[in-house]
Each structure stands twice: as C-alpha cells, then as structure tokens.
C-alpha cells in the first residue's frame, strides 16, 4: 500500500490519561466519565502500539516500508526542517504535520539528528509532562520504520533516570539531593530533578507503547530512587533502610502520579470514580464505562500474543515496582508520624514563648514556617503514594488547641523535671527546646570584664 503508517499511529491520543491528584476538587459525573473514557482509551492504544511492535509484525511493517522506500522524498530542505520542528519540541499541534513527513520523507540519514533532538538534555529540560504522549507518537512510528531509532534513543534516556552520579552526598530536608554529572553543562538541582522525572516518564510511557520490553530499567531507576543518597555509601551499611530524607522523594511520587496503572495498578481514586458511577447509573452502565479500564493492562501481552512469547509482561514487575514504592511509603509514612507530632509540641512550646514574651523572634517564626512547609510538602508525597498503592491516605496534620495546652499545663503543676524528650529540638537543646533559650540560661556574662 503507498501508506505504511496504518492505523495504529494516527490513533495515538494527543493527551494522556487523567492526572487527579489526592485533594483535588470532587469533579462532576460527566468529568468522570469523560475522565475514565480517556483512561480507557490509552490503555487500548497502548495495546495497539504493543501489538504492533511484536516482532512479527514489526518485521512486516520494516519490510513493507523498505518496499516503498523509493518512494519516499530524499529531500534534504524538507528533512532538515523536520529535525528542527523536534528539536525545537513536539507539541500536540504539530504531531499529525510531523507523522506526515514520517510518512512521506526518506529520513534514514537523518535519524541520529533526530534522536539527539529528542534525548538532548537541553530537549528533557525543555519538554513538558503534557508533551510526552506527543513525542511518544513520533517515536512509535520513526521505530517502527528505522531500527537504528530505538538503539539511539535509549542510552540518551537510561542514565539519565538511573546513573548513581546524580546524587550528592549530602541531601537536604526532604528529598535527595542532585548534582551535576561529570562532563555535563551547568543545570541547578531543580533543573536536573526535573530532567530525570522526564526520562523516567519517558521510559515508562515508552515501554507500555512497546518500543522495548526490559521492565528491569524501570526497577532499576525505582530502586535507585528510593535508595537515594544512602546509595552513595559503599559498606556493609549500604543495605540499610533509607531514611525519608534520603530518598528521592519527587521521581518516586512523579512516577506513582504518571497514570501507570499497567505498572502499579488501579490507583484508589481511580477506583473510588468508578465505584460512584456504579451506584448512580447501576451495574449495567458502569459495566459498559468501565469495562475499557477494567481490561487487564496487565493481561495485554497475552492479548497480544501471549504474555511471555511477546516479551512484554508488565505483571512480571509490577510486584517489584509496588514493593519499591510501599517500602518508600512505609518510610515516608513514619517520617511524617514523627513530623506532625514534632510540629505540635514546636508550636505549643512557641506559644508560650509568645505568651511570655509578646512576640516571636524572627528565627523560631522561620524555623515554625519551614517546619509547616516540611510537614504539608511530606504529607502531600505520603498522601500520592498511598493513592497509588490503594492505600489509606495519611492523617491531615491537627493543631493542639487551648484544652490541649491546659491539660498539659495541669499536669505540670508544680515542680517539673525533665526526663528526655524525643526529636531533633530535644535531642540538640535539651530541656531548653531551642537555642535562645538554652543560651539566656547558660551563656552567663562575664561579670570580671563586663
């Protein structure tokens, strides 16, 4: 046929499947249903783009198009101007113009241009998590036609989401800490943490299309960020548990929030929507709604052609994807446990300094503030992944109130000794609570030479 691209291609959905995070507004039924139906939808274009890439029918599709390849454009004004519409980034707009030329144009000279167009890291910086599904596009029908694509695309994509090198040793509160890889330009740690989501994204999205059935990337690029900086040391201590603040809390929770439900599973909102659309509209309704969505993913290599012979089963590390993200949820979890309740006795402590003295200085109200904003940026990320695993979301942090204060107070009445306390705040001042006060009390003046 003088078109090889068939219909797979052209069906690919522009946008990606919804992206509702834990909190966000209630959206209306037909929200829902519009929302659950996209879901639907990737998830069978997804099995279609796999069906296609199997090895039969790749070498069916490459066979067809190198019978067609003398008619083909070998135009090189009309091939240099698609090298740089992607260098300049794909965006929904200009995918179906670009799948054209693909179509049309002998680009076979031209694919390591293109490749570095798309895995450059000034390209990852620039491209947007909506954009992605758009590149996929591209990517899916440059390999089904040039082999020599996907052998280029990877080693720009993999050390990006996995190399050790990104991580420094010393990370602050929160998340691991990145730094720049030898050799590389000079990016900020936002910049580069933004750049290793994208490749993770991008391999995941990637391998639910079927351009490559390694699972073992993703693991590995999962498992490396919940080690975090703790990975760095190179002991016998290096097995240990990470601490929250040692995992790489932002690719773990980007990746939980990507919509991977082939790789993680049906996230509990996801499961929450469908439930309520089975109560309002019956059995029968949500059964035809839903049925797209509740199509296994996870079944796709065997509709495919039979789970193993395909290569492609995401079952076969879904189990281990979970594990990483429950383990990093447990840590996470307990650190925020501790969290909030370090944050309650910082601010009935500081209430009383406030009480006592009028005010607050200008370093307990910052270090009050940063103490917030590290206890709601942490919930926030336990809140994702919880969602994710099915899991019951944390509880929402509760301020002491006044009751709370006077009980406290009640039982104090009287002479009061200290026995410990638990915390970073009582493990550095002591009975004290916090540096000013540890210092009006035993920072004595020199009275000789005062």
Same mark, same amino acid.
């Given at each position: 046929g003088s078109n090889p691209s068939g219909p797979r291609e052209a069906a690919m959905p522009a946008k990606g499947p919804p992206d509702a995070k834990p909190g966000e507004p209630a959206k209306s039924e037909e929200e829902l249903r519009r929302s659950l139906a996209d879901r639907a939808r990737v998830d069978q274009e997804r099995q279609r783009l796999r069906e296609a890439s199997l090895p039969e029918a790749l070498e069916a599709f490459r066979a067809q198009h190198a019978a067609n390849k003398s008619k083909l454009k070998s135009d090189l004004r009309k091939a240099t101007a698609f090298t740089k519409k992607v260098k300049a980034g794909v965006v929904e707009r200009d995918v179906t113009g670009l799948l054209k030329d693909i179509e049309?144009?002998?680009?076979?000279?031209?694919?390591?241009?293109?490749?570095?167009?798309?895995?450059?890291?000034?390209?990852?910086?620039?491209?947007?998590?909506? &954009?992605?599904?758009?590149?996929?596009?591209?990517?899916? /029908?440059?390999? #089904?036609?040039?082999?020599?694509?996907?052998?280029?695309?990877?080693?720009?994509?993999?050390?990006?989401?996995? &190399?050790?090198?990104?991580?420094? @040793?010393?990370?602050?509160?929160?998340?691991?800490?990145?730094?720049?890889?030898?050799?590389?330009?000079?990016?900020?740690?936002?910049? #580069?943490?933004?750049?290793?989501?994208?490749?993770?994204?991008f391999l995941a999205e990637l391998f639910l299309c079927g351009i490559f059935r390694d699972g073992q990337i993703l693991v590995r690029?999962?498992?490396? /960020?919940?080690?975090?900086? @703790?990975?760095?040391?190179? &002991? /016998?201590?290096?097995?240990?548990?990470?601490?929250?603040?040692?995992?790489?809390?932002?690719? #773990?929770?980007?990746?939980?929030?990507?919509?991977?439900?082939?790789?993680?599973?049906?996230?509990?909102?996801?499961?929450?929507?469908? @439930?309520?659309?089975?109560?309002?509209?019956?059995?029968? @309704?949500?059964?035809?709604?839903?049925a797209a969505s509740a199509a296994p993913v996870h079944g796709a290599g065997a509709a495919a052609g039979g789970g193993s012979h395909s290569g492609w089963d995401p079952s076969e590390i879904r189990g281990i994807l979970r594990s990483v993200l429950g383990m990093a949820h447990e840590t996470m979890a307990r650190a925020l446990r501790d969290g909030q309740r370090d944050l309650a006795k910082m601010m009935r402590r500081f209430a009383k300094d406030e009480l006592n003295h009028g005010s607050l200085s200008e370093e307990k109200t910052a270090r009050l503030e940063n103490a917030k904003k590290s206890v709601e940026k942490l919930h926030s990320n336990v809140a994702a992944l919880a969602d994710a695993l099915d899991q019951d979301p944390p509880a929402e942090f509760q301020p002491p109130d006044e009751d709370e204060d006077e009980e406290a107070g009640m039982e104090g009445e009287g002479i009061s000794l200290w026995t410990g306390g638990e915390g970073k705040d009582s493990a550095e001042f002591g009975p004290f609570g916090d540096d000013e006060t540890r210092s009006f009390y035993l920072d004595l003046p020199d009275i000789l030479f005062s």
């Open positions: 049309t144009l002998n680009l076979s000279m031209y694919i390591s241009e293109i490749v570095a167009a798309i895995v450059s890291p000034e390209a990852l910086q620039r491209l947007k998590t909506s &954009d992605i599904h758009s590149v996929v596009r591209i990517c899916v /029908a440059l390999h #089904l036609r040039y082999p020599s694509f996907a052998e280029g695309l990877f080693p720009g994509l993999v050390p990006v989401a996995t &190399d050790d090198s990104v991580y420094s @040793a010393s990370g602050g509160h929160g998340s691991a800490v990145l730094i720049l890889p030898s050799g590389g330009e000079d990016y900020s740690d936002k910049e #580069l943490a933004k750049r290793k989501r994208i490749a993770l994204r690029a999962l498992r490396r /960020a919940y080690r975090g900086t @703790a990975g760095l040391k190179r &002991d /016998a201590n290096s097995a240990s548990e990470p601490s929250s603040s040692q995992i790489d809390q932002s690719l #773990l929770v980007s990746f939980a929030k990507m919509g991977s439900e082939a790789l993680v599973g049906t996230p509990r909102r996801i499961k929450d929507a469908e @439930a309520g659309l089975s109560r309002q509209a019956g059995p029968n @309704a949500a059964l035809g709604a839903t």
